[in-house]
């Protein structure tokens, strides 16, 4: 176990932003913690890099206490958001900063920072400063520099935040690869889901200072355990509606299986738009539907389905399927659900509308 | 950062659009000329040129009278004192207010303008109050043999006062732009707090903290009010530079006086080019710093 973290709790000026957080990270792992801005995962993180204090709880790095050991005392390393690279220091010196502090002999700086600029592939850029980086550059030597003093664990803050689209695409690529080669536990805070699902073996959804879920990418997406995961992991389609006799529940033209419910119980009800089966052929599909509105996302066509009265889904088709049923706006097509969650409204909640 | 040739350079155009008729230009420029001329170059070149009235012989003589000698060494020894003294505290109240957050931190904030507040008259009497014959530590003081006003230690201590905001005051800002997390970074890779202040802090502010040095050593050399009070013109004894040009002026010994403060108009002079010169590096520092803590910010 690399990284265990036990009733951990942060509270700023009466907020609580990490609220008694349980979790274990196993050794040689690539694990994202996923959440809303606010939703407390930088706060985790620095914590156990020992940039916060806790105020509650405890954290072991490698089976060993750390929670009031000095952060340069750990052994992280930790790439900031925003790089915090040495801006009067040159790519070299940067990477070299960590076995400088220590009083590492020259020679075997100069070797450990020469591996690390070819495992980072920024070869013969040793001699430049920060300035003169690409901002997916500047990340590369900031993961090096981290890396450097061989650390037990590498925390990483929203690693590709403030990198435009397409760099950030390859250096997720890349850092997953990172790991493969270099087998450094390593955990990384993020907002982005796609960022979570692709790069990470593991991964822990946080909200209010909790951690809501762990698992697997595929669990997270495929069996999210509550209606916040189901919104925020993906994109959903989401109606509330009343449990209406016993492992029934309807919304307009559509009738749900609930199993495990009471009758009376108000519930909400998830399903991702790719899990909308759409044709215009059969009409063995439960629902009457109406192509109100298409839009081009790239691989798929968003089509808009009024289903009657003041109900409307959105349904993702893949775009040869789209193209191939000559789907247009005003036509009427069936539809059909695949795949759904619910989940119990509590009582007391905030009861936002259905789309 | 986006490649400067795609922004439309209209600056010439967008200038003369807002700029007045030639005949309202050409009378504010020859106005500010009169102005600084009048103002600032003439009193400039009068005093080199009433220096030198009795040729440079006199000129040399003047300067290197013993008493003139005594004048300088004083105003080199308070000034270097208070450089070195405001910059220890200027450093040390900028990390604790910028790194920390503590408790009567905006009374800090304030009560460090407070020696550019107060006339610095007043200053040199609160000194003369509390460690004068007559004041709160006087008769303590003078039991123990040891002597504040009228000696050395007081011209010091007014020195200090006066010059004491320049470094926080120039450095607050700077830090608060620069952050936290280059120091963070530091210790997190092993660094003692030792080794994060003389690797990442000071080079980051190294320009800034210069300029402030140069300012704050500017106005400690001509500090005149202040050390006026505490000092009891004991020529030789506690005579610093602008005293001196003082005594000498009273005494009607114009050229002498002319030519003790014409080191006074260099070191200005002086410190006019050495602040330009940082300036640049310095304006350089701030936009290297804005430019690495902007998003998604790249290299041309």
Known sequence: ?355 | MKPESNIPTGGDAHLRALTEPPWVRRSLIVAALLFIGFFLVLPLVMVFASALAKGFQFYFDAIREPMALAAIRLTLLASFISVVLNTLFGLAAAWSITRFEFKGKSLLITLIDLPFTVSPVISGLIYVLMFGLQGWFGPWLSDHNLQIIFAVPGIILATVFVTFPFVARELIPLMQEQGTEEEEAGMVLGATGWQIFLKITLPNIKWGLLYCVILCNARAMGEFGAVSVVSGHIRGLTNTLPLHVEILYNEYNYAAAFSVASLLALVAVGTLILKKIVEYKYTDELKAQKEMTATGGEAP
């Open chain 1, 1 to 355: 176990m690399s990284i265990e973290v036990r009733g951990l709790t942060k509270v700023f000026n009466g907020f609580t932003a990490v609220d008694g957080i349980n979790l274990k990270i196993e050794t040689g792992s690539l694990v994202a913690i996923l959440g809303p801005s606010g939703s407390g995962k930088s706060t985790l993180l620095r914590m156990i890099a020992g940039l916060e204090t806790p105020d509650k709880g405890e954290i072991l790095l490698t089976g060993r206490e750390a929670t009031h050991v000095a952060a340069k005392e750990r052994n992280v390393g930790f790439v900031f958001q925003h790089y915090a690279l040495f801006k009067h220091m040159t790519v070299f010196e940067n990477i070299a900063f960590g076995l400088r502090v220590r009083k590492d002999p020259e020679d075997e700086i100069r070797n450990r920072v020469f591996e690390l600029l070819n495992l980072v592939q920024l070869q013969g850029l040793e001699k430049r400063y920060p300035s003169q980086l690409s901002g997916g550059q500047r990340q590369r030597v900031a993961v090096a520099r981290a890396l450097a003093p061989r650390p037990t664990v590498l925390l990483l803050d929203e690693p590709f935040g403030a990198l435009d689209a397409k760099v950030r695409e390859e250096l997720r690529d890349w850092v997953a690869k990172l790991h493969e080669e270099s087998h450094v536990t390593t955990l990384f805070v993020t907002h982005d889901q796609h960022e979570a699902l692709e790069v990470a073996n593991r991964i822990l959804v946080m909200n209010h200072g909790r951690i809501e879920q762990e698992g697997t990418p595929l669990e997270i997406f495929d069996e999210p355990a509550t209606h916040f995961i189901a919104q925020f992991v993906g994109e959903s389609n989401y109606i509330e509606t009343t449990v209406s006799e016993p492992g029934l529940a309807v919304w307009g033209p559509i009738r749900f299986a609930v199993e495990g419910q009471a009758v009376g119980q108000r519930i909400r009800i998830y399903f991702r738009p790719n899990d909308v089966y759409v044709t215009g052929d059969f009409e063995t599909l439960q629902v009457r539907a109406q192509i109100v509105k298409t839009r081009f996302k790239g691989p798929v066509i968003e089509l808009r389905l009024h289903l009657g009265e003041e109900r409307y889904i959105f349904a993702h088709v893949p775009k040869g399927v789209s193209l191939a049923s000559g789907f247009k706006e005003g036509q009427d097509v069936w539809a059909g659900i695949t795949a759904y969650h619910t989940f119990p409204v509590d009582p007391g909640e905030y009861q936002g509308a259905g789309i």
